[in-house]
């Protein structure tokens, strides 16, 4: 299992939070997501195995 950060652009709400959680969570191979909106970043839990960073 691998962690990693990725920085995503142009978060400003709820909503969008929602939209890059689900979209996330319906790649087989991750298993946690967590948004930070404040920061412009979310935090991947993944298998390398089964989803590439490309991918995410």
Known sequence: MMTI???VQ???CG???????????TLDGVS????H????TVDVDYDETKVSVEKL
Do not use: D
């Open 10 to 12: 142009g978060m400003t």
């Open 15 to 25: 909503h969008c939070k929602a939209a890059v959680t689900n979209a996330l969570q």
């Open 37 to 40: 909106l404040q920061e412009g």
């Open 32 to 35: 946690r997501v967590e948004v």
């Open 5 to 7: 950060t990725l920085q």
